[in-house]
């Protein structure tokens, strides 16, 4: 029973298939029989009939058993791989304090919710990644520490919530400056190009065009140094962005 409570007052059990292996669906059979605190629609979905009886049995469970409850059951999910399976994976992996695996899985969760252009559930998603990244007891690298904060950027501007949008991405250029010059490596160099192409598009959407200027100037360098790693199609769009905010303060100034 406090293994159902830690899945939730609803669960499918058929996305918990080792679980569902070890025995827990024949043990929720047993229970409906005798205490038929559940019920079980469609062979595999189960509802706690009373939340009371829920919240009763999440009461008992103490600190310790339930980090291992939802570690067991994070491990039921490890190998699936869609959208809601990792923010669940990555839910129970939270309660489990497993927070890197935790942080990957909102990540992989929000890069899906992207594909599907829902940038109001991936905001979600980074946001939750970013409280994972505050309790990891690991030194993230910068471009881990800052991929939950730039891909929330992006995210906000698609959401036309420049302001918002414009604190993530500035906080990921405030943290790009703070690297010493000795450790500013190609590697430093591609991170520091993806934070300042986002935040100089930001920056056009705005109508700041002459901070957006500026950031284009400062990244086509970066890029043209590093050919190899964007193409040809990838240069002319950012330079006919440079072109663009070029013409539209010349005639502001005519």
Partial sequence: MKLSACLGLNFD????????????YSSLQEIISSLGIFELIDGHYFRWKHVAVYEAVQSIIISNERRELHGQ?????????????????????????????????????GDEAEKKSDYLAAVGFYQQAKVC??????????????????????????????DEAEME??????????????????RFEEIELDVTTSLATLKQAQSKYSEAID??????????????????????NHVGKLYSCSLYLEELFI
């Fill in 13 to 24: 059990l058929a996305m918990y298939k080792s679980l569902k292996d070890e025995g827990l």
């Fill in 73 to 109: 059951i994070a491990d039921s999910l490890r190998n699936l791989t869609n959208i809601h399976n990792s923010s669940r994976y990555a839910r129970h992996s939270v309660y489990a304090a497993q927070y890197d695996e935790a942080f990957n899985r909102y990540m992989s969760a």
């Fill in 133 to 162: 990244l505050s309790k990891s007891s690991t030194k993230p690298s910068l471009r881990r520490r800052l991929s939950p904060y730039a891909a929330l950027g992006w995210c906000l501007r698609e959401l036309i919530k420049y």
């Fill in 169 to 186: 991405l500035e906080y990921c250029q405030s943290e790009c400056s703070k690297v010493p010059e000795e450790k500013r490596n190609q």
């Fill in 215 to 236: 950031m284009y100037e400062r990244a086509l360098p970066i890029a043209r140094a590093n050919v190899n790693k964007h193409s040809k199609v990838w240069l002319a």
